[in-house]
């Protein structure tokens, strides 16, 4: 990014809730502890992994498909400002108004603003990252407006008072008991037999959202997709409180990332046929509303949308980072993510967990931020993610790139070297020559007498004491394979050579 | 500097490298090779695995099965643009005095539409292969706000409209009206995600395709 340095407008990061306040290790850490979240999360992570692989295997052009929508948010992402303005100037055009936000403050207070012009002091919500992300629902609440969420899983996490830990199933790490709990205590009403069957819990949902829905003047909405050739926004959902929210209330409130624009109608043949397998599982989501500006005696009348850069224009100017924009937040990547799998949400302290927070997080809020540099990490790059992302997003090339951001940002800063920069020294020196690593090598024995009778090394010294943090290393061999291979194949001089002893090899 | 030219200037800089827009390969498929009779049958297939109730007649035995669905509710809704053939088996002498019209011109309110147990729509167009149908609000389909409040959607659908594929699909429809696209009753997988139909949306979707 040093090709900025002077330009009028150096990237602008993101505010909100992009923010990992302890780093990744840290966090983890904790969570990990907690065995009732890792059964929650194993079996529900299991589950949709199976029902996706199956999904997608029924299409015989799915990796065309993937090719396609990687191909359109490229082209999406370099034509930005042409699609922004020809977005606006038929979303405009058809009775809707735009609002422009730089960041979370300022999308948040056009939002209350608006809501207030209303005279409503309630909104009904359809399950949003974006509104997520820039901490919608408390900043309302400070103005005094309440704001109901009516996804499931939402509910219940707001019900709970927490926080969203997965962007498809927000209230993931909870198992059924524990959300009949949530019910019977936050619910006004509720029925004191509740079980905790899936199918009654919805219905306990139903019954106690329904009178909102009806009543609603205000809805506060996301968008999966905006068509720049028709100024076209889209909804994609499963319960039916998307359509409610659409289309009862008086007045329509999105709030949506620049990114989520394509170009044209035909576009959304691609992402419709991506979305919905990659995230749920299904071969159509139950419900997907598209709605075009107003439409007379149809829906919202007042129909405003809230444009939010925060961030996102800094990690466009990322290179090497900016497809992390192509995401369509469909949650696959963090359904197969051996990390997140065990850690769960909440350890990446972002709005965005899982492989795809690890790079958009630090993206949108610069690799300095609070603990967001520990995220890039959060990752043993085995590339799952890559291999699930509907839109072929290289994730671990971006945190592999990210992890070099980091230790660039920090080169120079301190003035004594680490114990890190004076190991990365002497590998440097070591590994580039084989002479010099051949001598070091002579050390290995030396290794052995460390590991003992068992032959484990159980405890290394300084920062790489965290390898053997929760595992053991092996003893090395007695001789290293350089070392045997020049006495193996040296040149024969009189007498036989003895036969290669590989028996006598150490198992690693 | 208003927040519009700032961001806009914000992602040009971020541009600066002038970022090649990529052709976009289309080699998945655009059409479907399935004649109407595998149309049919796929698309029942779909939706019955998404625990819609799903019935196939010839043209002529819609009015029936529509009465048929209907017999047990005390009040239903209908769009004014509604096919008036389809209503034909309802109807006994001088109409039935269970049905309410919408349209935009005289819209029933929400509270209104809260009380009416069933609604009967047709459809644009319908994807066999994802057990999708897609409501434009067409005069025969009305307002979005009728197929969504009453707790049972009855929606017929013409074998004509159905289309193999979403692309197909999609090329038949005019992208700027208002749309809904309907794969099943409403569902949700939020608890465990286990899959549980009924939630806001209605709980009972029944489809009548019409050969």
Redesign the interface.
Known sequence: MS??LG???L??YGTGNLFASESFPTAAHRELGNAQLRA?LG??TH??RD?RLKMVAEL??WE??R??GS??K??V?????EL??QFEENFTA?GGVI????DAD?ANAIVAGLVRDTGETEVVKVKSMATQEIGLNEYLEEQGITAFE????EL?VQLDHDKPSHIL?P??HK??TE?RDIFLREMPGADPQLTDD??V???A??AH??RK???AKVAVSGANFA?AD???LAVVE????G??CL??PETLITVMG?EKLLPT??????F??LL?RSS?G???????????GV?????PQNMHLV?L?NGR??A??D?MG?SALHCIRCSACMNVCPVYERTGGHAYGSTYPGPIGAILSPLMTGIQAEENNSLPYASSLCGACYDACPVKINIPDILVHLRSVDVDSKRGKKKLPSQMDAGMKAASWALSSGKRLGLIEKGLPLGRLVAGPDQKITKLPGIAAGWTQSRDIPAPPQESFRSWWAKEHRKPDTSSAPEPSHEKKDQP | M???E????????????N???????????QTSPLDESALIELLVD?LVD?KAQVSVVDAAGVPARIAELLAGAHSYVVPTGIDAGWLTGLDQGSGDSRRRLD???A?LS??EL?GIDAVVTGSAVA?A????IILD?SPNQG???IS??PDHHICVVKAADIAGI??EA?RRID????????????????????R?E?????RKLDVIIAR
């Open positions: 090709t900025f330009m009028p407008s990237p602008v929650n079996h529900a589950t949709i029902k015989p052009d065309q498909l090719d396609a191909a359109i490229e082209s992402m370099a034509r930005l400002p922004l303005e058809r609002h422009w936000a730089r300022e009516t996804d499931l899983a219940i199933v209230a993931i198992n059924r959300i899936p199918a819990l919805a219905m949902a139903r959202l329904r829905f009806l009543s068509l028709s100024g076209t499963s319960e039916g409180n359509r409610m289309t009862l620049v109608w035909q576009d959304l043949e691609v419709m046929q919905p749920t299904e071969r159509m989501n139950p419900y997907t509303s598209l709605w075009t439409t007379e005696g149809d829906g444009l850069d224009s800094a466009l100017a290179e900016r | 208003s927040a519009r700032e961001i806009l200037g914000r992602i040009r800089t971020a541009l600066k490298d970022p090649e827009a990529p052709q976009i390969p289309r080699q998945y498929r779909r998404y349209s935009t011109a819209p929400v509270a809260d994807v292969e994802t057990g999708t609000g307002r979005r706000a969504l409040v979403l692309p999609l992208g700027t009206r208002p749309l809904t696209m309907i794969s099943g009753p409403s569902a949700t997988s939020d608890i465990e995600l286990e549980v009924g939630v806001h949306g209605p």
